[in-house]
């Protein structure tokens, strides 16, 4: 155990060595934000709900949504295809570790520098120049740190399948864009899964996006009863379970036919 | 002894794409593609036993680095049997790589944006090695191979030479009994290549630590390595000792001479026409150079005869480098 933690950690200090990533970032969720705010407001306009949700717990659902995104959010795909691609993943190998495991450590790593100088300052930020509603129950709080880390586990689950094609398909460039657009519209991070029509929704329950993005920000502004929301939560824990199947599979299947690039 | 590697009847075979030419051969490309397959490593056995450093070579491409990624275990060979430290390198993964080491030259096993020191503290957590086995151990590693300075900058900030004993310090924290050396003084200075060679012997008197190493430097070898395997296009074409190599191939002397006349190739040829010799000119250095056979009585009556009949500046007899020899072997062929 100690191992995977020491890996959080280094993925801290690699964090803070690329500080004008970090910077940048926070500029682009802002923008986000404000933008689909606004974007909001606007469809909002005089009407006081749609589709059950007030316009503030709408604002609350896009700013909570992108926060909660850059704690989920890693590019373990794309890190684990260069990896292959060039070789690296050799060295990996000939670690007494878990590859993915510390692939999983490093988005984790990740995602909790994010949360702590990104995410909750920026949360605080956002609360003062648009109007967001924080609720004051403490179970939501809690439901909805569970949902999170859970939402992290299934986008994570997502990315290591992703990156193991690459030990099939070479070059999965496009397959890794892809795979970002569908998660940020099927997630309910740009709009939530209730605004989608009845028969994308049904096809969308069966698929394990929406316990990326739409679960905890629903949680979050109280979209969910208590029940609702307890049900939401074990379809994601569900989802974690499933999803390891068809990525052990992958990663046996890989390894057999691993081929080292380059002397 | 117990050997430390067994390999038997390894193979290795690659699928070698080619494509057809033109956009009609792109096309027929997309449904079926033609491919050879190419024998990486066919077919060697050997062993190396507990405490021995040897010396892999072959030229390039010859599967030098194939054979290592199959006895570390992260590829599969198609056919034959390894067993690396007692232990089958594809089944028990985590017990087997925490009794290994490798180094690949051409490749950083480092975290290229974090201190060295950091990348050293992971990798102590994660082949569990004690605080007082590191310090004892690595202190002195730290030292021999002169990091100290280095710990605190980050990889990508090293250059070649500084990087590349970091990472042989690196794959030595948890103090392997077997060290997998693919091309570890690639593009180093003389020094530096110093500096790992006396390691690489200090550690394998002091822990009697394996060593299989590969390189195109064979100076390196004659270092460090008494016993020698040779690859060529996959086969092992020798496997023995460096010496008897030379001896077996090492193909006669060389005798220079520098002389304080003016000297023609035919005079030489003239003067020694009654042996079996060779002259060459090295037009620049007017240095004349005679091949021989390695054969004393010869040798001597060759130079007898030479200064009787011309005034001698200069005279420097020479073995066939190991260089040489490898070379002519990789020109020729064995047979
Ligand atoms: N991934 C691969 N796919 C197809 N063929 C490969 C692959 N890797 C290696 N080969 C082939 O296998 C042969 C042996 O390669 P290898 O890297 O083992 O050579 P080497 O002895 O290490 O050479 P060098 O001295 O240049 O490092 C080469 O002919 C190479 O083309
Ligand atoms: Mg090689």
């Known amino acids: 155990m100690d191992k995977y933690i020491e890996m959080i950690r280094i993925r801290f200090l690699m964090m803070l060595a690329y500080r004008t990533n970090y910077y940048t970032g926070i500029l682009i969720y802002s923008i986000n934000i404000g933008a689909y705010y606004f974007l909001w407001s606007a469809i909002y306009g005089e009407k006081d709900a749609i589709e059950g949700m007030s316009v503030i717990q709408m604002s609350t659902y896009v700013a909570v949504a992108w926060m909660a995104r850059a704690f989920y959010f890693n590019n373990i795909d794309r890190e684990m295809a260069a990896e292959i691609k060039e070789g690296k993943v050799a060295v990996e190998l000939i670690r007494p570790y878990n590859y993915l495991g510390m692939k999983t450590m490093q988005g984790l790593g990740e995602g909790i520098f994010r949360l702590f100088f990104f995410s909750v300052p920026g949360m605080v930020i956002v609360s003062f120049i648009f109007p967001l509603q924080f609720s004051a129950d403490w179970t939501t709080w809690i439901f909805f740190a569970v949902s999170i880390v859970l939402s992290f586990f299934i986008n994570t689950q997502i990315n290591l399948l992703t990156g193991i094609t690459t030990f099939f398909l070479f070059n999965n460039t496009g397959l890794i864009r892809a795979k970002r657009v569908v998660i940020d519209l099927f997630s309910g991070l740009l709009i939530p899964i209730s605004f989608f029509p009845l028969w994308a929704q049904d096809v969308l329950k069966y698929l394990p996006f929406q316990g990326i993005s739409y679960v905890p920000s629903m949680i979050f502004t109280n979209s969910f009863s208590n029940n609702e929301a307890i049900q939401a939560i074990i379809m994601q824990g569900i989802w974690v379970l499933i999803l390891i199947i068809p990525i052990q599979v992958l990663w046996i299947i890989a390894k057999k036919q691993l081929i080292i690039q380059g002397g | ?335």
């Not at chain 2, 599969?76 to 087997?96: A, C, L, W």
């Not at chain 2, 010496?243 to 020694?272: A, M, P, Y």
Request: hydrophobic share 40%.
């Open chain 2, 1 to 335: 002894m117990t050997d430390a590697i067994t390999v038997r009847n390894l193979k290795k075979e690659f699928k070698a794409y080619s494509s057809r030419s033109g956009l009609k051969g792109a096309f027929r490309d997309l449904l079926t593609r033609n491919y050879k397959i190419v024998p990486a490593v066919n077919n060697i056995s050997f062993q190396v036993k507990q405490g021995e450093m040897v010396g892999y070579i072959g030229e390039n491409g010859a599967g030098k680095s194939t054979t290592i990624k199959m006895l570390t275990g992260i590829l599969t060979p198609t056919s034959g049997e390894v067993i690396v430290n007692g232990m089958n390198p594809h089944k028990d993964r985590e017990k087997f790589v925490r009794t290994i080491g490798v180094v690949f030259g051409q490749r950083s096993q480092l975290w290229w944006d974090i201190a060295v020191q950091e990348s050293f503290r992971l990798l102590k957590k994660v082949y569990k090695v004690t605080d007082e086995q590191y310090d004892s151990h690595m202190s002195h590693v730290i030292k021999t191979l002169d990091i100290e300075p280095l710990l605190d900058k980050p990889v990508r900030k090293l250059s070649l030479g500084q990087r590349m004993r970091c990472e042989l310090a690196a794959a030595l924290i948890h103090n392997p009994p077997l060290l997998f050396l693919d091309e570890p003084t690639i593009g180093l200075d003389v020094l530096v290549k110093l500096k790992i060679r006396e390691f690489l012997k200090e550690i394998n008197d002091k822990y009697n630590t394996t060593i299989l190493l590969t390189t195109h430097d064979l100076s390196d070898i004659e270092a460090l390595c008494e016993r020698v395997v040779m690859l060529d296009e996959g086969k092992i074409i020798y496997d023995g000792a460096l010496k008897s190599l030379k001896e077996k191939w090492g193909e006669g002397k060389e005798i220079e001479f520098q002389f304080l006349e003016d000297v023609t190739l035919n005079d030489l040829n003239r003067i020694t026409a009654s042996s079996e010799v060779k002259w060459e000119k090295d037009e620049k250095k007017a240095i004349f150079t005679a091949f021989a056979e390695d054969n004393d009585e010869l040798i001597s009556l060759l130079i007898a005869k030479v200064v009787a009949d011309l005034k001698v500046k200069d005279i420097d007899i020479k073995e066939t480098s190991t260089e040489e020899i490898i070379r002519n072997i990789y020109d020729r062929g064995i047979s």
